[in-house]
């Protein structure tokens, strides 16, 4: 049974920093890409960022250069290292893999 759930959100100021990880289980994690996804209110469910099994990173336009995704395939974690936050970036936070399995989200808020 596949299960993703997410951690590390959070309120913070604008410019400041959060980390989000997602703790996997259930499937093969090294060998799936895993992406990151975000919901704001009122807003339609938007991509992030994704990184491959072989470590390749991509993101949204929006964030690139501010955030960072990794994994770290020996404890099964995907992570975002969010830097130079915005009150843009307030949402609830997903990550998926396949865009099938989905965790409950992590709540971030950016204040200004």
């Known amino acids: 049974q596949v299960q993703l759930v997410e951690s590390g959100g959070g309120l913070v100021q604008a410019g400041g920093s959060l980390r989000l990880s997602c703790a996997a289980s259930g499937f093969s994690f090294r060998s799936n890409a895993m992406d990151w996804y975000r919901q704001a209110p009122g807003k339609q469910r938007e991509w992030v960022a994704r990184i491959t099994s072989g470590g390749s990173a991509n993101y949204v336009d929006s964030v690139k250069g501010r955030f960072t995704i990794s994994r770290d395939n020996a404890k099964n974690t995907l992570n975002l290292q969010m830097n130079s936050l915005k009150p843009e970036d307030t949402a609830v936070y997903y990550c998926?893999?396949?865009?099938?399995?989905w965790g409950r989200g992590t709540q971030v808020t950016v204040s200004s």
């Open positions: 998926t893999v396949g865009g099938i399995n």
